[in-house]
């Protein structure tokens, strides 16, 4: 926690900047996804803006995010940024939102950015991670963080289904109803899946992702690894261009977005892929 007489002290150093980015991580369970709802329902957005108006004394802060999240997904590091209302030192800006804000949200870093950053428009790529426990007994612990299947899986299968979905194609079949974006054409360039103990795990890397994209993936891979459609079928999915026939669309609580990559020129900090309870797997994207 940072003091209120530290807080001062910082304050009267602290040298205007044009606009900060910063780094967010949540557990999304009691939320309605990371963007404002015009419904007032709780979002992430909503909790971090309050918490930085507090540290500006009151002046409202307006935050734009590298993209949305869905209800109840998570965030190992979700980055935005904003123009401060007024002069504060980094160290405040991060202490003291992470002050106000909620046990479930956490800001991670804060660094000062050129006037030509955005979150959401100077990213490259999105990177998720979906993490299913699979074992015939439901779990007591991580309920909220991970998505359980009494079904055997198995990982390779997956794996080598899940490679039929690498390039730009057109994800149709994997896109949700009442999804906004213009166009289904997204590129994959990266894609595993591994056994890591009981867990299962998705990991996937796009120049963007449709709304449910990576859930419903997930679940038309599940149906893979359970043996409940052949590794070919996902071929077929994916050309057929229509989403009922694709697999089911998996839960939130298992995908955590892990990283928003941007141009090293923006030298923004870099920190180990979560999610924490898998801080010690391999990167297997690393070489890709």
Not at 91 to 96: I, N, Q, T
Not at 206 to 211: K, N, P, R, V
Request: charged letters at 20%; proline letters at 5%; one cysteine or more.
């Amino acid at each position: 926690m940072l003091h209120e007489s530290t807080t001062t002290a910082v304050d009267s150093t602290a040298v205007a900047v044009s606009k900060l980015a910063i780094g967010i991580e949540y557990n999304g369970a009691n939320y309605y996804g990371y963007q404002t709802q015009h419904n007032h329902l709780p979002t992430i957005q909503v909790a971090v803006e309050n918490a930085l108006s507090q540290v500006a004394g009151g002046h409202p802060v307006q935050l734009h995010g590298a993209g949305r999240t869905d209800a109840q997904v998570h965030a190992c590091e979700q980055v935005a940024h904003f123009q401060p209302p007024v002069a504060r030192d980094t160290k405040a800006w991060l202490f003291g939102a992470n002050r106000y804000l909620p046990k479930d949200i956490s800001v991670l870093w804060v660094a000062e950015v050129a006037e030509d950053f955005h979150a959401r428009f100077s990213a490259q790529r999105r990177r998720y991670r979906y993490v299913i426990y699979s074992d015939p007994i439901r779990p007591a612990l991580l309920r909220e963080g991970i998505t359980w299947t009494h079904k055997k899986l198995d990982a390779q299968r997956m794996h080598a289904a899940a490679q039929l979905l690498l390039g730009t194609q057109d994800f149709t079949s994997f896109r949700a109803s009442e999804c906004q974006s213009k166009s289904p054409i997204k590129t994959i360039d990266a894609i595993s899946v591994v056994t890591y103990g009981r867990y299962v795990v998705l990991d996937v890397r796009a120049d963007g992702f449709l709304h449910h994209m990576v859930r419903n993936i997930a679940g038309t891979l599940i149906a893979v690894g359970a043996a409940e459609k052949p590794i070919d079928w996902v071929a077929g999915v994916l050309a057929a261009k229509q989403r009922a026939q694709a697999g089911v669309t998996a839960p939130p609580y298992g995908l955590y977005l892990v990283r928003v990559e941007y141009p090293n020129v923006f030298a923004l900090p870099q920190r180990e892929l979560g999610p924490h309870f898998l801080s010690s797997m391999p990167d297997m994207l690393a070489r890709v």
